[in-house]
């Protein structure tokens, strides 16, 4: 896995925090609102994180896995339960 190195656009995470940031966005049930919650970091933040952080080939399915995702919007989620 590449090395997470924040830059003066990004949040800065410990190890740990960054461990469970992408633990919470691999789960198809976390929503993203869930993370900002825990985290204080927005959808787009972790998508950036979750750019700079996996393989290339990891980020992408990861995209399209949860690109337009009911779950990982709490509202959406909401709204169709």
Same mark, same amino acid.
């Given at each position: 896995m590449p090395k997470f190195?924040?830059?003066s656009k990004s949040p800065h995470f410990n190890k740990s925090d960054l461990?469970?940031?992408i633990e919470m966005a691999w789960d198809d049930k976390t929503p993203f609102e869930a993370i900002k919650l825990n985290f204080q970091c927005?959808?787009?933040?972790v998508i950036n994180l979750m750019k700079m952080t996996l393989k290339r080939g990891s980020y992408k399915k990861w995209?399209? &896995?949860?690109?337009?995702?009911? #779950?990982k919007?709490? &509202?959406?989620?909401?709204?169709? #339960?």
């Open positions: 190195v924040p830059n461990s469970r940031i927005t959808e787009r933040e995209r399209q &896995r949860v690109k337009g995702r009911k #779950a919007h709490l &509202r959406k989620s909401q709204l169709h #339960a």
